[in-house]
């Protein structure tokens, strides 16, 4: 009887591309795929002189981007703000799961190991968004840092760009919403407080487990759970708005543990809480399931399985509304648990919103000024 390999956790599958443990050690990607735009692909062979060959493990590599723009713009009906900040592309934290890998597509890179190893920083991000914000006719609304790669990732420690963003933020009075699953949120804890006494800024930490084993295998860079919560009680203590999102809920493997973040979130301090359940996009799906084969083979089948009974049958449904929550009994069940719980433990008591109103364009950055 034929079998069906979306189905079957077929390690030999990728065995031709597997990246050995002892190369990628410290990382959650077991693959490194040739883009999809890439008119060539390649693919590790035995040559048949078994000679042995020790390859040096994968390195983090940044590259510095002059970029011309920092802010984006997005007009999505399902996601609650329309413009962002990436202060990098890439992200070290490696979380196997993550919907923005397959970004590293349009940079002629790997999705794979090529995104947690192939960063790139952008170290005139402050100067490029305080001309921006100049621009004549700029509406000020609520920028969304950290909604594509993390701007916490352990690269921040000597790039120190959020600082320089944040100041330049501060001092024009304009909004600000983050989300990390990095501790280091806390570094800038005097600017964020400054801002939240105007309103202007809030954070939401990303915690995904609270089992550290699990963790380390799936976001094996990010920082630990107990580590993010600790984030979570040191930024509500200093009066920043703070939530906490499960992002992502992954049937089978970490939806048991909803009520107990939700119930560690309020613990700490977390005034607002969200999920998101687990997408997987374009290569996503093909290295969560490689990963799976590797650290969760007894939950393959029942995983894969539960994730098609919310995705319409298939690995990911990008519909607008249904991306981030699913469909059918098993995700209306998720969404029902997560109401249940956070109206118990009080979260989402009331949403807050930042305010606009205070926003004083700045008066250079790079905009011709008038003569008259």
């Known amino acids: 009887m034929a079998s069906d390999s979306n189905t079957q956790p077929e390690s030999a599958k990728h065995s031709g591309n597997t990246i050995p443990e002892g190369r990628r050690r410290g990382r959650a990607a077991g693959l490194n795929m040739s883009g999809r735009f890439e008119s060539l692909t390649t693919e590790s062979v035995d040559d048949g002189w078994n000679i042995h060959e020790d390859l040096p493990p994968f390195q983090t590599i940044v590259q510095e981007e002059r970029a011309r723009t920092v802010i984006t713009r997005n007009s999505s009906p399902d996601i609650s703000f329309d413009r962002s900040i990436n202060p990098y592309r890439g992200c070290e934290h490696g979380c196997i799961y993550c919907f923005a890998r397959p970004s590293h597509a349009f940079m002629g890179l790997s999705p794979g190991l090529d995104f947690e190893t192939r960063l790139f920083a952008k170290p005139n991000a402050a100067?490029?968004?305080?001309?921006?914000?100049?621009?004549?006719?700029?509406?000020?609304?609520?920028?969304?840092?950290?909604?594509?790669?993390?701007?916490?990732?352990?690269?921040?420690?000597?790039?120190?760009?959020?600082?320089?963003?944040?100041?330049?933020?501060?001092?024009y009075h304009h909004p600000v919403a983050i989300v990390t699953?990095?501790?280091?949120?806390?570094?800038?804890?005097?600017?964020?407080?400054?801002?939240?006494e105007r309103n202007l800024a809030k954070v939401a930490l990303s915690i995904t487990t609270l089992d550290r084993k699990l963790c380390r295998t799936m976001?094996?860079?990010?920082?630990?759970?107990?580590?993010?919560?600790?984030?979570?009680?040191?930024?509500?203590?200093?009066?920043?708005?703070?939530?906490?999102?499960?992002?992502?809920?992954?049937?089978?493997?970490?939806?048991?543990e909803l009520e107990a973040i939700l119930e560690a979130a309020a613990e700490h301090g977390a005034d607002e809480a969200g999920f998101i359940l687990l997408r997987l996009p374009l290569e996503v799906s093909q290295l969560f399931r490689d990963w799976l084969v590797r650290e969760q083979p007894g939950r393959y089948r029942h995983v894969m399985s539960l994730i098609r009974s919310m995705r319409d049958g298939k690995d990911y449904d990008a519909k607008w509304g249904e991306r981030m929550r699913g469909t059918g009994p098993y995700a209306e069940q998720i969404a029902r648990r997560f109401q249940l719980c956070a109206k118990r433990v009080g979260l989402n008591t009331r949403r807050r919103k930042l305010n606009s109103d205070l926003f004083v364009a700045p008066q250079k950055g790079g905009v011709q000024l008038d003569l008259f």
């Open 181 to 196: 699953k990095s501790s280091l949120v806390q570094r800038d804890l005097d600017i964020l407080a400054r801002m939240a």
């Open 127 to 171: 100067e490029l968004l305080e001309r921006e914000l100049s621009r004549p006719g700029y509406i000020p609304k609520p920028i969304a840092i950290g909604t594509n790669t993390d701007p916490y990732q352990p690269i921040e420690r000597g790039y120190k760009l959020m600082p320089e963003i944040l100041e330049v933020l501060d001092r």
């Open 219 to 256: 976001e094996p860079r990010a920082s630990a759970p107990h580590k993010r919560l600790s984030a979570v009680k040191a930024l509500s203590d200093a009066g920043i708005p703070t939530s906490v999102m499960i992002a992502p809920v992954i049937p089978a493997l970490t939806d048991s």
